[in-house]
């Protein structure tokens, strides 16, 4: 049974992969996950999203779909500096990780992270969204 849930009103989706954020941002509209999608193709312009918005609560995504493995800022070096951000950021964004990683090294070392809600493996899929609205939202 479908519980009908209010859209999340701001997603962010960080991924260094077009294709992969272009995805990811279809199956979020067609499902009604979000109402705002805001995509970033790496970790440095997410961040740089987080401190220009930090003050600002409604710029703030709800949840941010997190690869692991990207050039310079990856998923570890990103979450290592979120952890510097004020309470409001640390306390509203909560962090997805969306990656095709299956390094069990990787995956046990990112969801021990206090701010790390879930692990999907990519692609995105209602199924996963419809999971997340259950439990985590």
Known sequence: ???????ID???LVDDNDTDNFISKRIIEITKFANRVEVKSSG???????RENQTIAE???SLI??????PIVDGFVFLYEFEKFNELV?????VIILSSSDN???????????HVI????KPLTEVALDEIRLNNI
Do not use: E
């Not at 440095?44 to 987080?50: Q, T, W």
């Not at 779909?65 to 990207?70: A, E, P, R, Y």
């Not at 640390?90 to 909560?94: F, T, V």
């Not at 069990?104 to 206090?114: E, Q």
């Open 10 to 12: 701001l997603v962010m």
């Open 90 to 94: 640390r306390n509203k964004c909560k």
């Open 65 to 70: 779909f997190l690869d692991i493995n990207m």
């Open 104 to 114: 069990k090294r990787d995956i046990d070392k990112i969801v021990n992270n206090n």
């Open 118 to 121: 879930k692990f999907i493996t």
């Open 59 to 61: 710029n703030l995504p």
């Open 44 to 50: 440095k312009s997410a961040l740089d999203y987080l």
């Open 1 to 7: 049974m479908q519980t009908a849930t209010k859209a």
